[in-house]
């Protein structure tokens, strides 16, 4: 079985889909790998740090040879139309951004698995890539969060007095959430967070942070939230607001499925804020969760940062590389047997996590997209 790893091109993408650990273990599995020449300089792995692996230039000639094809970004059109037919992708899609990119997977029967479609589901956990790009990247929010003060996290006792710890709101606890309440935390801030779903409360509570409580329970399905009604905002705003106008760091993640960033601060609520404060809205691809937020920059409003990062992984591309391709590696494994592929269908990771397969649409929120 041949496996090729596809080099990154997209803006802002400085992943690789391939580790050398994780090659050594492929290699152990049977597979035969290639990796498109120059994948892992973003993360300064050159070619030669891959044991094991061809080094090939040209995309198109590597992977019509391949069996399983990586990547972290979606392909291109033409990389899958230069796939074998009936040959496996493994790589974020996001069908409903990529209508052209399905239909090409559709017809040339190309069994996807898309990786944000990994059902999040204990067994799982070890294959769930959203999961481990997002516990960085809310590590990494904290740090920004940090930088982009003029003051400092902890409390400090000098000699000319003793300064105030300074204080982090995370909205939105979910993975990247509580990565960030920790990592505050971890940094000496005093923290607090705030959620929709009410289970979230011990997990924030349990990182030492104080949940704010404004009594909206907006569980939806699947763990996941749901969108909330005008009163219900109502309702947030007023005990949410004071919050916000005492923070010195907001983090902000909050996602629902298959809709645009929920607006958690509006105008006026950056407006009343702290001088000198900073938001860091990690929902910033989706459109963000304040009504300020301009994805990929920075926008100074008065005196306050609102700051909207694209891409926050790569931004610590080595370990997001590593985890990234460990995901794939536990995937991989479930239909490798004995050396050859063997896809169990009723295995319920790799049901739900393929969009594609024999020149079909297998996940119906994508084939309602798409057809
Ligand atoms: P996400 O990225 O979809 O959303 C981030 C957070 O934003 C969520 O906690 C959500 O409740 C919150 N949110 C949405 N609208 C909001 C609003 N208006 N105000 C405030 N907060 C709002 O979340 P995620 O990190 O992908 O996690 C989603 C769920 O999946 C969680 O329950 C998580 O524990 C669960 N999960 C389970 C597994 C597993 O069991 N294998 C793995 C990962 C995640």
Redesign the pocket.
Known sequence: VKLAVLKETRANERRVALVPVVADKLNKLGLELSLQAGAGEAVKLADSAYKNVHAIANPQGMVGDADIVCSVQPPSLEVVEAMKEGAILLSFVYAHKEVELVKKLRDKKITSFAMELVP???R??AM?A??SQ?ALAGYYAALMGATHLARILPMMTTAVGSIRPAKCLV???????LQALATARRLGAMTEG????PE?KEQAESLGAKFVDTGVD?RGT????RE?TQEEKDKIAAVVTKHIQSADIIIT?????GRPS?K?ISKAQVDGMKAGAVIIDLAAEGGGNTEYTVPGETVQVGQVSVVGPLNVPSMLGEHASELYAKNQLNLIELFIKDKAINIDWSDEVLAKACLTHAGEIKNEAAKKAVE
């Open positions: 999040r589901i204990t799982a956990q769930d959203l999961s997002a909205m939105g606890l979910g993975v990247a959430g705030y959620d929709v779903r979230t907006a699947g763990g996941y939230a909330l993640t909050a996602a629902i499925p929920p958690l």
